[in-house]
């Protein structure tokens, strides 16, 4: 099953839906996803959002990609690089902190242990894909 499907049947097994988030945060119209969950609402500023794609499959994976990006930066200075964002801006440090909030929350709304399992299972992914493309690409040179 690859990381979309178990995406999928987590979230519409807890009972989360994604969408696009139309307003600013903190005065800031960075782009951003809202995690709702009955009357749980997370706002997750997220760079990674495919601006062809919406669905709220495409959007939830998208917050994953983002937050494992977060997860592996040692600091700020190594996130803000990462996105090519000037790291002497008040406005991005300010993202930053957002980011970091609504990664835990996202965590609470879903439970930890299914939020690990979905990001181990985008990790694997991510490494099959990769090995795969490599086997591809030595097949055909």
């Known amino acids: 099953m690859a990381f979309k499907d178990d995406l999928a049947v987590m979230m519409e097994g807890h009972g ?7 307003e600013a945060v903190d005065g800031e119209d960075w782009p ?16 990674t959002i495919p601006t062809d794609q919406t669905s709220p499959l495409d959007l939830m994976q998208a917050a994953f990609l983002a937050i494992q990006h977060f997860e592996e930066c040692d600091d700020f200075l190594e996130w ?8 002497g801006d008040n406005k991005i440090w ?14 609470d ?3 930890e242990e299914v ?3 979905l990001m181990t299972g ?12 490599g086997f591809v690409n030595s097949r055909q040179e």
């Open 32 to 47: 951003s996803l809202l995690f709702t969950r009955e009357d749980d609402q997370v706002t997750m500023p997220c760079r």
């Open 109 to 111: 709304l879903i439970g």
């Open 115 to 117: 939020f690990r399992k």
């Open 94 to 107: 300010d993202e930053f902190r957002e980011l970091d909030a609504a990664q835990w929350q996202v965590q």
């Open 122 to 133: 985008m990790v694997i992914e991510q490494a099959i894909n990769m090995a795969w493309g």
């Open 16 to 22: 989360v839906n994604v969408a696009v988030g139309d």
């Open 80 to 87: 803000a690089d990462l996105y090519k964002l000037d790291a």
